[in-house]
């Protein structure tokens, strides 16, 4: 089978709505989406702590940004009727797991009521096409069991994140089947790998926990070492919802699968203490890490994906390898530090995945 890739034509002048454009993911998908020349507008809260790939490209990105909490139903109807899209691309989400402990009414109100909101903002839009609502690689009802999950296999979560995440997948096929599909809108859903690359400053995640110990010259601690994940670089999952809405707004929307996973080739795994040894020789800290000694917030030990229906539904699959994903970060964060023009180097990375057949 051809691989299915983005099409810069699909998306030139095409009206977007991408909901987390400040976000880690949402900020490349941003970039992407502008760098197509499409007309994009953004939904989402601003962006966290000292560092953001958001904050780093802001000022060349051309899209129509409003600062709005998604379980405000009022403020974003407004946005969405104004902007009349005719695709939606849906990440803006509470997504860390550890947080959902911390704040799980916080957590389902944005993951399920939020999403709720959009979907019911959508209803009578004139010109909408497709929409596409990003939910979690943990939505599935994990027993650790060791196989691949399908988009076939029961949904559950038994963290905060992972149920709210689950139950977006309920609300969204609720809407789909009351709503739109009487008027051949596609709604549909996707679930992603553990996504890692350059742009990620969040609290709680492997790859800025051990860029932050190498910034302040400090030992990296880890919660679960042994855990395996299906890790992905974050081109390989936008490029992954592109496609999937280029193909949800053609001629046979209405006939594709509306979940599906994005995932490594082969539902490959790594653990967290493999990735950690392998980032941390690549940023030059010499010391191995260690276990955090206190007590976690339980979290899954085995996760994976099967990709295969993706691949024949939509011809995507991934292109890096566990190893280049990795190179491919560290040298984004490194670019981070010493070259002034983070947003070419962002860019020149988009250029790299593109040009790989």
């Given amino acids: 089978m051809t691989l299915s890739t983005v099409n810069p034509d699909f998306w030139k002048g095409r009206r977007v ?8 993911k949402g900020a490349w998908a941003a970039l992407w989406l502008c760098r197509m020349g499409a007309e994009v507008t953004g939904v989402s809260l ?11 490209i802001k000022d060349q990105l051309t899209l129509n940004s409003n600062f709005i909490d998604i379980r405000d139903a009022e403020k974003l109807n407004a946005v969405v009727k104004k902007s009349n899209p005719e695709i939606i691309l849906h990440m803006a989400a509470q997504a860390l797991v550890r947080r959902s402990y911390r704040e799980p009414v916080n957590t389902y109100e944005t993951n399920v009521m939020g999403t709720a909101n959009l979907l019911e903002a959508m209803r009578d839009l004139a010109e909408l096409k497709a929409a596409l609502i990003i939910t979690s690689d943990k939505v599935y009802r994990n027993n650790e069991d060791g196989h691949a999950f399908r988009e ?5 979560g038994d963290d905060p994140y992972s149920a709210s995440k689950a139950a977006c997948e309920i609300t969204t096929a609720s809407f789909a089947k009351s709503f739109f599909n009487d008027k051949g809108i596609p709604i549909a859903t996707a679930r992603a790998g553990n996504v890692i690359g350059g742009g990620d400053f969040s609290e709680d995640r492997l790859i800025p926990d051990i860029w932050r110990a190498a910034r302040e010259g400090e030992s990296v601690t880890l919660r679960y070492p042994g855990a395996t994940r299906p890790w ?3 081109l390989e999952s936008v490029s992954g919802y592109l496609v999937y809405l280029q193909a949800l707004a053609g001629d046979d929307g209405a006939h594709l699968p509306k979940s599906l996973n994005f995932g490594p080739q082969g539902g490959e795994v790594v653990t967290v203490g493999e990735i950690a040894l392998e980032v941390q020789k690549a940023f030059g800290i010499d010391s191995n890490w260690s276990l955090v000694n206190s007590a976690q917030p339980p979290e899954k030990s085995y996760l994976a994906l099967d990709a295969s229906l993706a691949h024949k539904a939509l011809g995507w699959q991934s292109k890096w ?5 990795l190179t491919k970060t560290v040298e984004w964060y490194k670019a981070f530090s010493e070259t002034p023009d983070i947003y070419s180097f962002t860019l020149s990375q988009i250029d790299e995945y593109e040009d790989i057949s």
Avoid: K, R, W
């Fill in 152 to 156: 076939t296999d029961p949904l559950g």
């Fill in 321 to 325: 390898a566990p190893s280049e994903t």
């Fill in 46 to 56: 601003p962006p966290e702590g000292n560092f953001s790939l958001y904050d780093s």
């Fill in 17 to 24: 709505l991408l909901t987390g454009h400040s976000g880690f």
């Fill in 232 to 234: 992905q670089h974050v």
